[in-house]
């Protein structure tokens, strides 16, 4: 059954029409175009504070499909929070929307982002230094991504009753060959104790009470397809399989 799904990026991506060589969701876009779904990649401020963002993931959903329409959203990190956002600040859009996936997203915050703002932390040495200069020019999404912003986003921000709310969680420790945060995963693993893709742990992907699907063996990048697996020839990477196990489900 075809179906309406929004992939909504994350901190520092872009949108596509699935006409670029390069796109933030590598190829899900049109694999999902190719089972027949109708799929919008909108693009939002990469360098957006959440409401920013979730302001423009709004207008976009709006323009694309009308209010009779149901759609489902799969969003990657950021994007979760911006779907979040978006869903409890407009009433029309909650209607509209059956579905929430969130992969990856760090909904009790990052402590990535948590170093960046405090380098005094154990883990800011460990950061590799592209993913720090990517986050240090971006104070309001780097400031939406910390613990302590969570904390008030999760107190002000609440679900909306009747929208199903599934949840994915990357274990960077299970993946064999990824592109940069495998040995920032164990870091943080060394640290903090705790399963993650290297950007977000599992904890913090995966809210208590709420639906969960079976962790990804991939880092943060690998969440959206970057990992050595997607260019490996003759075989079909293996993301646009759980994608599209998603969207059988939705």
């Known amino acids: 059954m075809a179906k309406n799904i929004v ?8 949108g ?3 006409r670029l060589p390069i796109d933030y969701f590598n190829g899900v876009l049109g694999h999902l175009r190719r089972q027949g779904h109708q ?12 409401q920013q963002r979730a302001a423009q993931l709004t207008t976009a959903i709006k323009n694309a499909w009308p209010e009779n329409q149901p759609v489902h959203i799969i969003a990657h990190s950021m994007g979760g929070l911006d779907a979040r956002q978006a869903l409890a600040a407009d009433s029309q859009l909650a209607a509209q929307v059956k579905t929430l996936v969130t992969i990856g997203t760090p909904h009790q915050g990052s402590p990535v982002a948590d170093a960046i703002l405090n380098p005094t932390e154990p883990l800011f040495q460990h950061i590799p230094q592209i993913i720090r200069d990517w986050l240090q020019v971006n104070a309001g999404a780097l400031h939406d991504l910390s613990s302590a912003a969570a904390l008030q986003f999760n107190a002000t921000v609440a679900d909306v009753p009747n ?3 599934l949840e994915v969680a990357g274990n960077a420790a299970l993946a064999g060959h990824e592109l940069l945060l495998f040995k920032l995963a164990a870091y943080i693993g060394d640290i903090y104790g705790e399963i993650n893709d290297g950007v977000v742990t599992r904890q ?4 208590p009470g709420h639906e969960h699907l079976p962790d990804w063996p991939v880092d943060h990048f690998g969440e959206i397809g970057w990992s050595f697996d997607a260019f490996l020839p003759f075989r079909e990477p293996s993301h646009l399989a759980r994608y599209r196990a998603i969207a059988d489900i939705l």
């Open 204 to 207: 913090s992907a995966l809210r």
């Open 7 to 14: 992939l909504a990026h994350g901190v520092l991506g872009f």
């Open 39 to 50: 799929v919008l990649a909108p693009q939002v401020n990469p360098i957006g504070s959440v």
């Open 16 to 18: 596509g029409n699935g």
């Open 163 to 165: 929208i199903r709310y």
